[in-house]
């Protein structure tokens, strides 16, 4: 008997940890901005940061696996605009390898430097710069597998920001906003399968569409309009319109079954695609949230996002994903990221991150730190414990948040 209350005590005596989750894409492993993990309903007031690199000026976001952590910048290297496609150690932040190459800074209005983040899988990182060139490298080493300038090579127009959607990796295919279509390569040549056309593209990334079936399995928010296509083909199966001031198509679709969410500087929709013909029902629309480039996140049927543009203060808002009321909007922020774990929603903007539970009925921080200095657009990423923040100079850090603990609940 005291042999068995001793086995039952132990678990209550020491730490419980979560399982740890990889973040090996843009938007996490189901695409929607969401963690496997969770974080402790108690924080210290001070979370620690572990690290922090500089890693070239850009707009990636990072990619994590295990003791990899993947993304990319751009730096003058010997009087030539070069991007870097930077690996460090999740522990350390010590450069592990690196791989360069001449690109454009183009900083165009903003700093310039990568938007796309690598994308790692199966033990290949696949990157996308902001002028076309993909690549596909060995994760372990850095070597580089295959190599295309698609831009070179199809005479595709760039947007006028140039591309910024990562890869998404669909079996053997990989899928870019490339052209106004979209473009899919052979995951392991690096040779096109398909590009319906070379005109503009929008700046998002594809999105998986399940309920879509097979002929509309993926959405890519193209440069005037959300495109839902069959991904083997390249087959446009609908197009639901959404013209914006200068073709900035660049927020990812949230998908609720077969309903869409789709959101620009235009406005927001809630659309559902007809079986039978090339458009859309539109289940709501309102002018009252716009996403410029980062989108929310869904939790409880409630959206949680920064809504506004880069050209004047923004609101955190909370958005009933039912019928497209706004249940609350907290003043204040800028044209950062919005990520969650569990039910914790985690922004981080204007170098400032910040944790609350996902409440229709109000927004009540429960912490709130000063990370970095300088512009921060880029949306953080929650890996294996440790929060990733990055600026648009360069600066990336690692910031470690508190496991469950048992007897204390996690959110």
Same mark, same amino acid.
């Given at each position: 008997?005291?042999?068995?209350?001793?086995?039952?005590?132990?678990?209550?005596?020491?730490?419980?940890?979560?399982?740890?989750?990889?973040?090996?894409?843009?938007?996490?492993?189901?695409?929607?901005?969401?963690?496997?993990?969770?974080?402790?309903?108690?924080?210290?007031?001070?979370?620690?940061?572990?690290?922090?690199?500089?890693?070239?000026?850009?707009?990636?976001?990072?990619?994590?696996?295990?003791?990899?952590?993947?993304?990319?910048?751009?730096?003058?290297?010997?009087?030539?605009?070069?991007?870097?496609?930077?690996?460090?150690?999740?522990?350390?932040?010590?450069?592990?390898?690196?791989?360069?190459?001449?690109?454009?800074?183009?900083?165009?209005?903003?700093?310039?430097?990568?938007?796309?983040?690598?994308?790692?899988?199966?033990?290949?990182?696949?990157?996308? #710069?902001?002028?076309?060139?993909?690549?596909?490298?060995?994760?372990?080493?850095?070597?580089?597998?295959?190599?295309?300038?698609?831009?070179?090579?199809?005479?595709?127009?760039?947007?006028?920001?140039?591309?910024?959607?990562?890869?998404?990796?669909?079996?053997?295919?990989?899928?870019?906003?490339?052209?106004?279509?979209?473009?899919?390569?052979?995951?392991?040549?690096?040779?096109?399968?398909?590009?319906?056309?070379?005109?503009?593209?929008?700046?998002?990334?594809?999105?998986?569409?399940?309920?879509?079936?097979?002929?509309?399995?993926?959405?890519?928010?193209?440069?005037?309009?959300?495109?839902?296509?069959?991904?083997?083909?390249?087959?446009?199966?609908?197009?639901?319109?959404?013209?914006?001031?200068?073709?900035?198509?660049?927020?990812?679709?949230?998908?609720?079954?077969?309903?869409?969410?789709?959101?620009?500087?235009?406005?927001?929709?809630?659309?559902?695609?007809?079986?039978?013909?090339?458009?859309?029902?539109?289940?709501?629309?309102?002018?009252?949230?716009?996403?410029?480039?980062?989108?929310?996140?869904?939790?409880?049927?409630?959206?949680? #996002?920064?809504?506004?543009?880069?050209?004047?203060?923004?609101?955190?808002?909370?958005?009933?994903?039912?019928?497209?009321?706004?249940?609350?909007?907290?003043?204040?922020?800028?044209?950062?990221?919005?990520?969650?774990?569990?039910?914790?929603?985690?922004?981080?903007?204007?170098?400032?991150?910040?944790?609350?539970?996902?409440?229709?009925?109000?927004?009540?921080?429960?912490?709130?730190?000063?990370?970095?200095?300088?512009?921060?657009?880029? #949306?953080?990423?929650?890996?294996?414990?440790?929060?990733?923040?990055?600026?648009?100079?360069?600066?990336?850090?690692?910031?470690?948040?508190?496991?469950?603990?048992?007897?204390?609940?996690?959110?």
């Amino acid at each position: 008997m005291t042999r068995h209350l001793n086995f039952i005590l132990i678990p209550l005596l020491f730490p419980v940890l979560p399982r740890a989750a990889d973040w090996p894409n843009w938007r996490g492993p189901d695409y929607n901005g969401i963690s496997k993990e969770s974080i402790s309903a108690v924080l210290p007031e001070v979370l620690p940061v572990k690290w922090t690199a500089r890693v070239g000026i850009g707009f990636s976001t990072v990619s994590v696996v295990g003791d990899r952590v993947l993304t990319m910048g751009n730096e003058t290297l010997s009087g030539v605009e070069t991007d870097i496609v930077c690996c460090l150690d999740a522990t350390s932040g010590k450069v592990l390898w690196e791989h360069t190459y001449p690109c454009a800074l183009d900083p165009r209005y903003y700093e310039g430097g990568p938007g796309a983040t690598p994308t790692i899988h199966d033990g290949s990182v696949y990157t996308l #710069s902001k002028k076309g060139h993909a690549i596909r490298l060995k994760l372990e080493t850095g070597r580089v597998i295959w190599s295309r300038d698609l831009v070179k090579d199809h005479g595709i127009e760039l947007p006028e920001w140039s591309f910024s959607g990562s890869v998404f990796v669909d079996n053997d295919r990989l899928l870019l906003n490339v052209g106004r279509g979209g473009l899919a390569l052979d995951r392991e040549t690096g040779r096109t399968l398909w590009i319906p056309s070379t005109e503009t593209s929008g700046y998002a990334t594809v999105v998986p569409y399940p309920a879509g079936g097979p002929k509309s399995s993926h959405l890519l928010f193209s440069a005037r309009g959300l495109i839902a296509f069959d991904s083997a083909t390249g087959h446009a199966t609908s197009e639901h319109p959404l013209r914006t001031s200068r073709d900035v198509n660049a927020a990812d679709p949230i998908v609720i079954g077969k309903r869409i969410i789709v959101s620009s500087a235009s406005g927001t929709a809630m659309i559902e695609p007809r079986d039978d013909s090339n458009g859309a029902v539109v289940i709501w629309e309102q002018r009252d949230m716009k996403w410029y480039f980062n989108p929310g996140v869904l939790i409880d049927d409630h959206l949680y #996002s920064l809504h506004g543009t880069t050209h004047k203060p923004t609101d955190l808002m909370c958005l009933d994903a039912r019928t497209g009321e706004i249940k609350w909007t907290l003043p204040g922020f800028g044209s950062g990221g919005v990520i969650a774990a569990g039910r914790t929603v985690i922004v981080f903007d204007n170098g400032t991150l910040t944790l609350f539970d996902a409440d229709p009925s109000a927004c009540k921080p429960r912490h709130s730190q000063k990370i970095l200095e300088g512009k921060c657009w880029t #949306s953080p990423v929650l890996a294996n414990g440790r929060v990733y923040c990055r600026n648009a100079v360069g600066d990336l850090a690692s910031v470690e948040v508190l496991p469950a603990v048992a007897g204390i609940p996690s959110r």
